[in-house]
């Protein structure tokens, strides 16, 4: 009985994920998305860069920006804006471990970033990421299509990284697929450094992937936990 609710609890998270993001993105992103998932499992592979940063304080200015700590009285906001999660779904995912910063411009909400010292599932890789004790680790960054070009993804970066600082955070650290240009030059910008990197490949449904290579390959080696 009890696997048979949890069954129905996800259908019904992902139903409702799905309906967040045609109803904020539109239904072609989403046909858009589910087509280049089959894709994806059919033929792909690609390389995750691992980057680190000392949390130290960075400046960085941005007019009529601002950057802050979602609470859980934002979700329905999240969800007309960024769409990833139901209002619902979006305060489930809110803990201790767990918040999500934003950028608003007026009224909406142009750029969402996660921030975890917990673990956090990594689907491209099929692990969960877990940051070294004392470390937080910056996740499923979006900024809307129209707010774009206007250095959101940096300012938003770099007040996650002055926040973080300021609560006791060692180091700070982010993953980037090698071939997205547009943000690796924003996490660049804001003086992350390359830490190591993970090559992963799917046949047919079947995945593959790489040791951790890199100068600290020895931390990702910790860094990813896949399931056993």
Known sequence: ????????????HGTKQLWTRAHARGFSEVAELTKSRIKEEIR?????????????????????????QAEAEDGERYAR???????????DRLTAETRCFLV???????HSSWVSTGPSWAREIRAHLVPPPGDAYVYESFTRADAR?????PF???????????EGTRRVWIAVEEDNA????????VGFQFAFAITYRRRLGRFAMDEPRGPQAEIGKEFVRRRR
């Open 81 to 91: 804006d960024i769409g990833t999660d139901s209002a619902s779904t979006f305060r």
């Open 149 to 153: 070009g206007r250095g959101i993804y």
């Open 104 to 110: 608003e411009d007026d009224d909406r909400i142009l």
């Open 182 to 189: 547009p943000s690796r030059r924003a996490i660049d910008k």
């Open 1 to 12: 009985m009890f696997e048979f609710v949890s069954i129905v609890n996800k259908l019904s």
């Open 44 to 68: 792909s592979g690609d390389t995750l860069l691992f980057l680190v940063k000392t949390a130290e304080p960075t400046s960085w200015s941005a007019d009529g920006l601002r950057f802050r």
């Open 156 to 166: 938003a970066l770099a007040n996650i990284v002055t926040r973080l600082s300021a």
